[in-house]
């Protein structure tokens, strides 16, 4: 029985709609079995959950499997009438599995992306991480300042916010360029997506890094691996949540003295603990 209307299957319908179930789940497990495989899951969940991903597509795949030998057995019985026990549904009989198949077809026609700086405008860069995060408590004293990656040094920033400590420290860090409109022409923000559970609450930071010339040689969503040094500027934007400020605040900046191109690493996401 449907709550939107009640529909007339005839018995070769209700016969084949368990196949559709059938194929939904096997088409999800396949799909997740796939994402594993290829490595594409570190673009959608953080690793923390690659074992539980793996584990739900191979049961899926099983549970099909055990679902089409029960369907096969059903459909060789004779005197079969194509009955079916009616239930309650919210969609008319077969439309939830189909649209799980078409979902499924989706994720493996369009592959995931990688977020962009359109993307880290919208959702907001800053040196901070959320209060809730334990990646302070993780932070390690020990780290070479020129051994620190991108995260770390927001790590860092978080445990330690006074700029002038990290004045002279050397910096080799990589991350996607973001052309902020609240930085002047020779600044360009470095930043990376960090992923808490999933790409869904992932969130931009990044660092400002000061420029020898104009930033247009260097288009958004380039990756550039940065060699400089960390300096303090006094700037009208508040690095820490990179909103404008009423008066100029001195904030920690990296001051490049080497910039090189490098392709998009196959990790590009930094994660939290």
């Not at 796939?34 to 739900?56: F, M, R």
Request: net charge neutral; glycine share 6%.
């Amino acid at each position: 029985m449907n709550v939107l209307s009640k529909f007339k299957l005839t018995p070769k319908l209700k016969l084949f709609l368990p196949g559709l179930d059938i194929l939904a789940i096997l088409a999800w497990g396949i799909l997740l079995f796939k994402y594993w495989v290829t490595g594409q899951l570190k673009l959608l969940i953080h690793p923390n959950y690659n074992l539980l991903v793996l584990a739900t597509g191979i049961l899926l795949i099983i549970l099909a499997g055990v679902k089409a030998w029960l369907w096969v057995q059903t459909l060789r019985k004779k005197g079969n009438n194509g009955e079916t026990v009616e239930h309650i549904t919210i969609f008319p009989p077969g439309w939830g599995s189909s649209f799980l198949i078409i979902s499924a077809i989706a994720g493996f026609i369009i592959p995931p992306t990688i977020f962009d700086s359109q993307m880290a405008l919208q959702r907001g860069i800053s040196e901070s991480l959320p209060i809730t995060q334990s990646e302070i408590q993780s932070f390690a004293l020990n780290i070479k300042p020129e051994e620190r990656s991108l995260i770390d040094w927001i790590r860092t920033l978080n445990a330690y916010p006074e700029p002038d400590a990290y004045q002279g420290q050397k910096a080799n860090v990589t991350g996607f360029v973001v052309h902020s409109p609240l930085l002047p022409e020779d600044y360009i923000l470095l930043s990376r997506f960090i992923i808490t559970c999933c790409a869904v609450d992932a969130y931009p930071v990044g660092l400002p890094v000061k420029l020898e010339r104009d930033r247009s040689s260097y288009p958004p969503d380039t990756w550039l691996q940065i060699e400089g040094e960390m300096m303090t500027e006094t700037l009208t934007i508040d690095t820490q949540t990179m909103q404008q400020t009423p008066t100029q605040k001195r904030q920690l900046v990296l001051s490049a003295n080497s910039i090189t191109t490098i392709p998009t690493p196959n990790d590009p996401y930094g994660y939290s603990n």
